[in-house]
């Protein structure tokens, strides 16, 4: 600004650089930050004084950064004792800003000082506050580039810096960030809060959240990695007080996983576990991790699958405190690094906090399910270039958890857990608290194992998108596998070839090879049939001579629980490229039914309750499946057992506890099934009047789908209010969710257009999938949602909704739905992070719509012939 308080006018405008849409250059580098904001989460808007000391590389008159949405008052910069007021224009609508000065600023270090204020988002993007049971609460989401809506700054993940915080506070409310809090002073009728200073960060994982919370403190014991105590504390909303005790002894222990496994302590001083109602899944700010509420509130008796979640997240977010927060991908093209490295270890240091839960099997399950979007035309490899904002977001799907993590695990496992897990030490080792690239990740892993060749299979699989198939064919002893790439039925894939460690075996007898030409040969002997997949883990389909298939089908029970898995999916694939049939897939269920990994156990019934679910099976197809499930699951029940009250299996295995919740998914559908749904709806109604114990919370998705079939819009009006009118981190999701799934018009067209105040954002978006899962009320939800995408899209929710609407279409099986959608909604999400998806679900609705055209009454008459 001039002298008397006016910005300073510039003559002509220059069009925005292309840096502003995406990355900035090097030529002005933040060395540091402080951070002064006054924040009342009660208010509409936060604000305050942020300071940042950068270093010039030479002469310059406008320095471009980031800044999304701030009331930018005052911004000038200051060099030595000397000011020189400047003009702030944000040129982006992603955020990307210019600092204009009337003079050139020299080389050399310079500080850039704001005065600003802005508003508090309503979803959890940027700075965000809501209303939990009467009080206002605040928290940070800054990933990817929602720290730009939070204050001034080069908002992007290479520039790490140390961060000094201050935050101004209403008396009585708790305020976290990053690094300890070390004083708290009050001031004009409120509170200082002062922390220390950070270790260098990325903008992304600046954290400050504020309001009456309430802690769980504690301490993780010292290790051979760190001398001292650890101070430890879970931090949430004020219903949640006494629900924290789990969380904060399963972080303690998780905590001490890692550190053995990275052999280092944990990297910051302290540790935060904060939770809040509306976020998607978590976030790995370092020294304070943010979760949704369900992630952390629970207790022992919570249910499996609970359980299962909280040993994952945690040891995600966890890890990333070494991989990402520690060392930061020095741009968005390597988030890989970040996401399937924390991906794999969610699952292997959740599987060692509590190996009973079986959480290591998710990570296959998780692969598994990343093949059928891996395997479209439309999409990506892990690591793709990131050349404009728009895109980073689309980068954080299944292809960079599923795939990413399936391929670690590969690779991991390929080269033996232990080199793998000194590639890892060697890359944190050489890179603390600064910035790496995949290249720098790919080198340590080739010298920890002494082989050269790790860098072209893991850059075969990184660099490249699709899903190898291995053909295998056999004479006696001597095999030959061909590689080519997947294609469901109707596409044409295009020509790849890959470095696949693949590891077969027989009986006891294994081979790992690495597979780099297009047809290669090996001998294996043994007895039994060739398990082309040995344990599951590697990231490949493969195809089998029917006798073989056969052979493999019958030896399934005898197969590790990963097997299980990788066989139910090639077969399935094999199905959906036209090759195999039902019938199979039957004997597979029927085969694997009591297999002792409750993944595998499910897994093939899980693929042909896909296949009805995608539309193509007709009527007397529907009831010849539902008489396969009663035969094969009722006796089953008999066996295990049914009492819905809570705790009823409190002290019995946890993996024969969740695979009775996957009889019981199985069987509710079906006719003999009369008894259970009576148990389940006597036991919701209780429930539902206050009687907690009479449902036990692993049965509450399937009992209140029943209770809502079984009444009327009545009843599900008033499920809704009982769901709005709770804080339950369990209850209200699931509540939400049963209304929007009912199948009813009435009720769905009701819900999509809800006005209460008490609804969130988030919320909306959980409905809409829900009515778009539900074949009789889906052309009803497309139809809101192509009435409502400007307003969805243009909203303080833009990107949130941006990345839901395009899989929210994807449930239809049509070519003529296919076209509709591309016309739809191809212009109103174009440039936005859910530009990819949408042409994955536009390809996903068109190969259905083709499927069921060419192959839907073969299908249907396999699931007939099952009755």
Known sequence: MGEDGQPIEVVGERAPPAALAGRLGDEVRPVAYRLDLTVDPSRERFGGQVEIDVTLAGPRHEIDLHGRDLDVRRAEARIGGRIV??????RDPTGGATLTFPEDLPAGPVTLVFDYDAAFAQSPAGMFHLQVDGAWYSWTQFQSIDARAAFPSFDQPGFKTPFSITLHTPPGLMAVSNAPEISTTARDGGEVHRFAETPPLPTYLVAMMVGPFVSLAGEVPP?????????????????????????????????????DYFDGPFPFPKLDQVTTPILPGAMENPGADLYRDDLLIMDENAPVAQQREFGRIVAHELAHQWFGDLVTPEWWDDLWLNESFANTMGYFIGDAWRPALNIRSGVLVEGFEAMNTDALVAGRPIRQPIRSNDRIDSAFDSITYGKGGHVIAMISVYLGRDTF?????????AHRYGTATSADFFDALAEAANDPRIVTAMRSFVEQQGVPLLVFRRDGDRFTVSQLRYAPFSEVAPDTRWSIPMCVRRDRNRLCKLITERTEHFELKGDGPLVPNVWGTGYYRFELADRHWQALIRHANRLSGGEALALVDSLNASVLAGRGNVSELARLARKLVRHPDSYAADAADRAMSDLVRMGIVDAEGRRGWRDFRQRT?????????????????????AERTQRRVQIVSALLGTAGAGHLRRQLRDATEAYLAGDHAALDPSWLAHALDLHLYFGNDKTARALVEQALSSEDPVFRPEALGAAARTGNKAIAAWLLDLDDPRLRPSERSDILDGVMARSSTRDEGYEWIVRHADSLLSGSGGLFFATRLPRAVGHFCSVARADRIASDLRPKLAATPGAVELERSIERVRNCGVLDKTLGMEISRGFAKLR
């Open 633 to 653: 699951y009722l006796k089953l029940l008999g066996e295990y057992g049914f009492d819905p009250r809570a705790g009823a299996y409190a002290h019995e295995p």
């Open 85 to 90: 007021a400047g003009r702030w224009r944000q």
């Open 223 to 259: 290790t051979v990695q760190r001398a001292r105590p650890l101070p430890l504390r879970i931090i949430t909303t004020r219903q949640n007080a006494g629900k924290m005790a789990f969380a904060l002894e399963g972080s303690k222990l998780i905590v001490r996983l890692l550190e």
């Open 421 to 429: 897990r000194d590639g890892v030490r060697r890359y944190i080792a």
